[in-house]
């Protein structure tokens, strides 16, 4: 309705009785002039290499198309492939054939004997001057000539005197070969049965052993067991060819991959008729037999060969795996190295002290004590020897060598083996003490590095820093003031006179900038370096760098301390991202945890074979 009176609404509105104004159709849609409702209105027909959907036209996919106003695409037939967009079937057609192929109206077909063709072809071309070639060939490279051998040579025959015989002409068998056509594959040959001196084709019999097969060209099944093969034509003596298995020509190899912890994924080798075995690495026993189907982290090794004869082939492969799911409520502290410490809220320092310290404690119901002992190991360098652990009941010393001392009683544990003491749940594993005091968790690696497992947000105090979750103030938290002169760590020595450890500054030692760059490159030419980032500025390679400085001052043997620091990132790894690696140390020549071990046991506390557990006398 207008002033005027009644009006007729245009196009792409509409209305109702009675309006008195015209609605827009929604979301674009058109009508016609005098639509009475919104079902009136509706989307413009679509385009060719369109459809019409709810919401609209929406383009076709790939390998289907349409014309002008259609409600849905239609697919490419015969396995056809078309861009997206397509507006008919004249634009659907078969993907390229590859080399060894050709085009034809049903699609890519094998090339025949004795052509090749390169990917693309929409034919085959013969291979030049009479050659010979395998089907499927890729190029005229796999075309060979046969070569011509020359005219058996004339033989002159002699009668004895002794006796007249009738003449007559000796009769002799034709000269035949066994022609190889294209190179034999892993576990066949395509072969003839050649006239040797004609090159003709014979129709033949060709055996191995108990096996035969008859024709003018056929496929042969290679085997290890016996390389020989006899051809045999009607007026033909047996032609005889060795065709031995192809030695497997692939490199060893080490790679990474990362899988889902607890999903079984399917290890491949990437290589054809080949016998493999599996096996994984063990810290204790070298290799364990394994399949090709694992779910958790290990290093992987499958030894390869075509024949038992033929030499091994090793490819190695180390499985990361990682949580996705991965969350936790835990917080660590990490003591390792010439030392680093790495604290509960994240802050990492390097400190050269030779006392006792407080490590970490109970700060709010004062229930248990950790003291870690540092002490010279080496010339100029520093670290964890001892381990005392304080509960109600009393101390527990843990020592270098896993020496477990309860006041004066000097013990071991074996691999496997738990006992509880003093309030303290101890276990081993073969390579780790583990010493649960209820509070805080305690795993020593019986040489140099230390973890202590707490509850996030549970009050601490000590070099491990107060746990609240602010690694701004880790530095911060004194046991008393020590003026300008003491560090936050010196004030955390576990003596009778204060300042008696004397002053150690943090992070004292300039790190070079060349050590950096040798120890990221030694880190990158890893394989887990396509799974894990590394920079300069990462606080593990800067304390690996540092202790690579002071390696020939050490005490312990090459590259041990540094490696503390490597192994203290791939704990860091698994307690904040859920990554777990697993046999690392091979790839960047550190010790195993058999190594580490009898290290700490050569350097530590002196086992007797009267008091050792069986593991170090092994």
Same mark, same amino acid.
């Given at each position: 309705?207008?002033?005027?009176?009644?009006?007729?609404?245009?196009?792409?509105?509409?209305?109702?009785?009675?309006?008195?104004?015209?609605?827009?159709?929604?979301?674009?849609? @058109?009508?016609?002039?005098?639509?009475?409702?919104?079902?009136?209105?509706?989307? +413009?027909?679509?385009?060719?290499?369109?459809?019409?959907?709810?919401?609209?036209?929406?383009?076709?996919?790939?390998?289907?198309?349409?014309?002008?106003?259609?409600?849905?695409?239609?697919?490419?037939?015969?396995?056809?492939?078309?861009?997206?967009?397509?507006?008919?079937?004249?634009?659907?057609?078969? +993907?390229?054939?590859?080399?060894?192929?050709?085009?034809?109206?049903?699609?890519?077909?094998?090339?025949?004997?004795?052509?090749?063709?390169?990917? &693309?072809?929409?034919?085959?071309?013969?291979?030049?001057?009479?050659?010979?070639?395998?089907?499927?060939?890729?190029?005229?490279?796999?075309?060979?000539?046969?070569?011509?051998?020359?005219?058996?040579?004339?033989? +002159?025959?002699?009668?004895?005197?002794?006796?007249?015989?009738?003449?007559?002409?000796?009769?002799?068998? &034709?000269?035949?070969?066994?022609?190889?056509?294209?190179?034999?594959?892993?576990?066949?040959?395509?072969?003839?049965?050649?006239?040797?001196?004609?090159?003709?084709?014979?129709?033949?019999?060709?055996?191995?052993?108990?096996?035969?097969?008859?024709?003018?060209?056929?496929?042969?099944?290679?085997?290890?067991?016996?390389?020989?093969?006899?051809?045999?034509?009607?007026?033909?003596?047996?032609?005889?060819?060795?065709?031995?298995?192809?030695?497997?020509?692939?490199?060893?190899?080490?790679?990474?991959?990362?899988?889902?912890?607890?999903?079984?994924?399917?290890?491949?080798?990437?290589?054809?008729?080949?016998?493999?075995?599996?096996?994984?690495?063990?810290?204790?026993?070298?290799?364990?037999?394994?399949?090709?189907?694992?779910?958790?982290?290990?290093?992987?090794?499958?030894?390869?060969?075509?024949?038992?004869?033929?030499?091994?082939?090793?490819?190695?492969?180390?499985?990361?795996?990682?949580?996705?799911?991965?969350?936790?409520?835990?917080?660590?502290?990490?003591?390792?190295?010439?030392?680093?410490?790495?604290?509960?809220?994240?802050?990492?320092?390097?400190?050269?002290?030779?006392?006792?310290?407080? @490590?970490?404690?109970?700060?709010?119901?004062?229930?248990?004590?950790?003291?870690?002992?540092?002490?010279?190991?080496?010339?100029?360098?520093?670290?964890?020897?001892?381990?005392?652990?304080?509960?109600?009941?009393?101390?527990?010393?843990?020592?270098?060598?896993?020496?477990?001392?309860?006041?004066?009683?000097?013990?071991?544990?074996?691999?496997?083996?738990?006992?509880?003491?003093?309030?303290?749940?101890?276990?081993?594993?073969?390579?780790?003490?583990?010493?649960?005091?209820?509070?805080?968790?305690?795993?020593?690696?019986?040489?140099?590095?230390?973890?202590?497992?707490?509850?996030?947000? +549970?009050?601490?105090?000590? @070099?491990?820093?107060?746990?609240?979750?602010?690694?701004?103030?880790?530095?911060?938290?004194?046991?008393?003031?020590?003026?300008?002169?003491?560090?936050?760590?010196?004030?955390?020595?576990?003596?009778?006179?204060?300042?008696?450890?004397?002053?150690?500054?943090?992070?004292?030692?300039?790190?070079?900038?060349?050590?950096?760059?040798?120890?990221?490159?030694?880190?990158?030419?890893?394989?887990?370096?396509?799974?894990?980032?590394?920079?300069?500025?990462?606080?593990?390679?800067?304390?690996?760098?540092?202790?690579?400085?002071?390696?020939?001052?050490?005490?312990?043997?090459?590259?041990?301390?540094?490696?503390?620091?490597?192994?203290?990132?791939?704990?860091?790894?698994?307690?904040?991202?859920?990554?777990?690696?697993?046999?690392?140390?091979?790839?960047?020549?550190?010790?195993?945890?058999?190594?580490?071990?009898?290290?700490?046991?050569?350097?530590?506390?002196?086992?007797?074979?009267?008091?050792?557990?069986?593991?170090?006398?092994?």
């Amino acid at each position: 309705m207008t002033d005027s009176g009644c009006q007729q609404c245009g196009e792409n509105t509409f209305s109702d009785d009675g309006a008195s104004s015209c609605n827009s159709c929604p979301d674009g849609k @058109l009508s016609a002039a005098r639509s009475t409702s919104a079902d009136d209105c509706d989307y +413009a027909l679509c385009s060719a290499g369109d459809y019409m959907t709810d919401s609209g036209c929406q383009q076709c996919r790939e390998n289907s198309f349409s014309g002008d106003g259609a409600s849905s695409c239609t697919s490419c037939p015969d396995g056809k492939l078309s861009a997206a967009g397509s507006t008919s079937e004249d634009d659907c057609d078969y +993907a390229p054939c590859q080399a060894g192929s050709f085009m034809t109206e049903n699609g890519c077909a094998e090339c025949p004997d004795n052509t090749y063709s390169a990917s &693309g072809a929409g034919s085959c071309t013969p291979c030049p001057d009479g050659g010979l070639s395998a089907a499927g060939s890729t190029s005229s490279d796999a075309c060979v000539v046969p070569e011509t051998s020359p005219a058996t040579p004339s033989v +002159a025959y002699t009668t004895p005197t002794e006796a007249t015989f009738p003449e007559s002409t000796p009769v002799f068998g &034709g000269t035949a070969r066994i022609f190889i056509t294209g190179s034999p594959t892993p576990g066949s040959a395509r072969v003839n049965c050649l006239d040797d001196v004609t090159n003709k084709i014979l129709d033949a019999k060709f055996s191995n052993g108990g096996y035969s097969v008859k024709g003018k060209e056929v496929v042969l099944d290679l085997n290890c067991a016996d390389p020989t093969w006899v051809c045999e034509a009607d007026g033909y003596d047996p032609a005889y060819l060795d065709i031995p298995v192809p030695v497997l020509e692939a490199q060893n190899s080490v790679s990474a991959v990362m899988i889902n912890a607890g999903e079984e994924t399917i290890l491949k080798t990437g290589e054809e008729s080949v016998t493999v075995s599996w096996f994984k690495e063990s810290p204790f026993t070298g290799r364990d037999p394994w399949t090709n189907k694992v779910s958790e982290a290990g290093r992987y090794t499958a030894e390869m060969k075509r024949c038992p004869s033929h030499p091994t082939v090793i490819k190695t492969i180390n499985v990361a795996s990682k949580d996705p799911n991965f969350v936790s409520d835990k917080s660590v502290c990490s003591v390792f190295g010439d030392p680093h410490i790495l604290t509960f809220d994240g802050e990492h320092y390097t400190f050269h002290g030779e006392c006792p310290y407080v @490590l970490a404690m109970d700060c709010s119901g004062y229930g248990w004590y950790i003291y870690g002992k540092f002490a010279a190991c080496g010339n100029g360098v520093t670290c964890l020897e001892n381990v005392d652990i304080i509960t109600q009941q009393g101390p527990l010393e843990i020592k270098r060598g896993f020496g477990i001392n309860d006041y004066g009683r000097m013990f071991g544990l074996s691999k496997g083996e738990t006992q509880s003491i003093r309030g303290v749940d101890l276990s081993f594993d073969g390579s780790i003490l583990t010493a649960d005091i209820g509070g805080a968790v305690v795993e020593w690696d019986g040489l140099s590095s230390l973890r202590i497992i707490v509850d996030k947000g +549970a009050r601490t105090c000590g @070099l491990c820093s107060n746990n609240d979750g602010n690694s701004a103030n880790d530095l911060e938290q004194n046991l008393y003031n020590g003026g300008a002169i003491m560090s936050f760590a010196d004030t955390w020595a576990v003596t009778y006179v204060r300042g008696s450890c004397g002053v150690n500054e943090l992070n004292s030692v300039d790190i070079d900038t060349n050590t950096v760059e040798s120890v990221m490159n030694d880190m990158k030419s890893s394989p887990l370096s396509n799974l894990i980032e590394f920079s300069a500025d990462n606080n593990f390679v800067l304390a690996a760098a540092h202790d690579r400085m002071m390696d020939s001052a050490s005490l312990f043997k090459a590259n041990y301390m540094e490696c503390s620091c490597f192994q203290a990132f791939v704990d860091h790894l698994r307690d904040t991202q859920g990554i777990v690696i697993s046999r690392w140390d091979i790839d960047l020549n550190c010790p195993s945890p058999r190594e580490i071990l009898l290290e700490g046991v050569r350097t530590g506390c002196p086992w007797t074979k009267n008091n050792a557990p069986f593991y170090v006398l092994k």
